[in-house]
């Protein structure tokens, strides 16, 4: 499987597919949304000859899409978001994966060579909102019949990531009794009583967890009801997040503590609801390595180091699953912020376009190794393994 041979394949179809890039952008989607570029990028998967299968795992916007040759070997993952940002469009680049991933897909597709193996293309749709891959994995699509994830993404420099925050969403709502503060005040049972309760227990708790743990809260609502009214109802948005997941379950279930600590405090009732469940990252250096050995034989732009910490994906949750790693590719100004108008203005420049056949030749070349050498991927297999088990032994 020769790499020239995939890169002439890239730059035969980069034409085709930057026009697809540039149509996504003129039409953004927010999260489950996305049907129109779900429907560009699965009828052209589908010409290619790829055996597509659209709503899967009953969200209706996300796709599979499968090439075999030859029975066994490697199955190699690529996957693509293609969700817009509100009121903004696509300021995170997420215009330029679909057709990324496509023509990586298509150099590996027709690239032949003597070893059996199989191209698995996934449409994950809402990553900005409702997380798409989560929604997926609940109903059923868990990825693990994948060798490896692959994914690209645009940015202000071509590199990789090695952690990324675990978090946890919960919506938190306080039952109280409402009264006459200044009338009958010993009837009332104040809910927003409860809620200060629970911020100042949570402050507390910051005190005795690991340094990487970072709580977040604010106020969503409180009833309305003017100063001299006990309030009944009171609602909070928390964020939880650590770089360890099985670290951070174990801090939860002290924060759920707090939240029914200060209720019994108040005489309030709590609801504790998570609304999202994000994994960090398992980071596997060595298909980290790969995959910027390419992008440093394709003298991509702007090669930097890989980022150390980073945020928070949905794709954490599949590379808790199956090793995997994204090769970002700069696209914007360095410093250039993400969900921002420096993204949106670069979303069609030829910076943007160029960036598209960079990550389809950095991934596909990642793939051919991959599949050309199987002790370099039992090495990438094994270390995610071990990873994972060294994670949950530190929790």
Not at 62 to 87: M, Q, S
Not at 240 to 245: A, D, H, K, L, W
Not at 375 to 389: G, I, S
Request: aromatic share 6%; proline share 4%.
């Amino acid at each position: 499987m020769g790499k020239e041979s995939l890169y002439e394949t890239i730059d035969g179809a980069a034409a085709e597919l930057i026009r697809m890039s540039d149509e996504i952008f003129d039409h953004p989607e927010i999260g489950m949304e996305e049907h129109y570029a779900a429907g560009i990028l699965t009828d052209w998967l589908e010409k290619e000859g790829f055996t597509v299968e659209r709503g899967v795992a009953g969200v209706e916007t996300a796709f599979r899409a499968v090439y075999r040759r030859g029975e066994g070997g490697p199955n190699i993952g690529l996957l693509c978001e293609y969700d817009a940002l509100p009121g903004i469009g696509h300021a995170c680049g997420h215009h330029m994966q679909g057709p990324c991933i496509l023509a990586a897909a298509k150099a590996l597709k027709e690239a032949g060579g003597d070893r059996p193996y199989c191209i698995t293309v996934y449409g994950t749709p809402a990553e900005e909102s409702v997380s798409g891959k989560i929604q997926m994995i609940k109903n059923g699509c868990t990825f693990e019949e994948l060798s490896v994830a692959l994914m690209m993404h645009g940015g202000p420099a071509t590199q990789v990531d090695v952690k990324s925050l675990a978090n946890s969403r919960f919506r938190v709502i306080y039952h109280g009794v409402s009264s006459h503060a200044a009338i009958r005040p010993e009837k009332g049972r104040s809910a927003l009583d409860g809620l200060i309760l629970a911020f100042q227990g949570i402050e507390f708790l910051r005190e005795h967890v690991n340094s990487d743990v970072k709580i977040h809260y604010t106020v969503t609502s409180c009833g309305g009801t003017p100063a001299n009214v006990v309030p009944a109802l009171a609602e909070a948005c928390f964020y939880v997040r650590s770089y360890n997941r099985a670290y951070l379950d174990t801090v939860i279930e002290r924060f759920k503590k707090v939240l029914m600590g200060a209720a019994m405090m108040t005489e309030t009732e709590v609801e504790i609801i998570e609304e999202k469940k994000v994994d960090n990252k398992i980071p596997v250096l060595s298909l980290n390595e790969i995959v910027m050995r390419q992008a440093k034989a394709l003298d991509a732009p702007q090669l930097r180091p890989a980022r150390e910490k980073t945020g928070s994906t949905d794709f954490g949750n599949v590379m808790r699953r199956v090793p995997g790693t994204c090769a970002r590719v700069a696209f914007v100004p360095e410093g250039a912020a993400a969900h921002s108008q420096e993204y949106v203005d670069a979303g069609k420049t030829k910076a943007a376009h160029d960036a598209i056949v960079y990550g389809a030749k950095i991934l596909a070349g990642t793939a051919a190794e991959l599949i050309e050498d199987p002790k370099l991927l039992e090495t990438v297999q094994k270390e995610f393994k071990e990873a994972l088990a060294r994670e949950s032994s530190e929790a």
